[in-house]
């Protein structure tokens, strides 16, 4: 008989987190990781996820994040609580998307996201760039930078197929 982890384990898109401590406050993300399975991800028409669109960073139930410091993401103020997270494919350079809006499936039936844009705290600039090798499976990393010890910045980063795209926040 298949155990919990066997079948967790056997999902086309497994359910992950990361999560990172600053200072003395917690961030974390939920997410689910497909793989690529021979697949174009990203790019013009005919990709699974098409330039211009919105994404929802992951597979299955949206990406969820939380935080228990009010967050500083380029612009964009994020106070402690729960959030989603998106992601709009601009193909000049990705922008994250944070939405006060959570507990939402991750596409409609007609196929869109669920991303309400009036719940949209704000758009931040990525960081673009190209692993050494393709990411067969999405994966994000929540990390600690700055001073030794870490002080209060820290790393949102994304990577899958051909893609990392990357965001430094502040904790306060």
């Not at 919105?54 to 106070?79: F, Q």
């Not at 899958?160 to 990357?166: G, P």
Request: aromatic letters at 6%.
């Amino acid at each position: 008989m298949a155990t919990t982890a066997d079948l967790l384990y056997a999902q086309a898109s497994p359910p992950k987190a990361t999560s990172v401590t600053i200072g003395d406050k917690n961030i974390s993300i939920r997410y689910c990781a497909p793989s690529v399975r021979g697949r174009k991800i990203f790019g013009a028409a005919g990709a699974l996820q098409p330039d211009n669109t919105v994404w929802r960073a992951g597979a299955n139930s949206a990406t969820a994040l939380h935080t228990d410091a009010d967050l500083k993401i380029g612009s964009v103020d994020v106070p402690a609580g729960d959030y989603t997270l998106y992601v709009f494919l601009d193909p000049k350079g990705w922008k994250l998307i944070v939405s006060r809006q959570t507990g939402q499936w991750g596409i409609k039936q007609d196929g869109s996201t669920s991303l309400d844009e009036s719940k949209a705290l704000g758009r931040i600039p990525m960081t673009m760039s190209k692993p050494p090798a393709p990411a067969e499976m999405y994966k994000m990393t929540l990390s600690s930078r700055g001073a030794n010890p870490p002080g209060d910045q820290g790393k949102l980063q994304l990577e899958w197929e051909n893609t990392i795209a990357s965001v430094n926040f502040t904790a306060k």
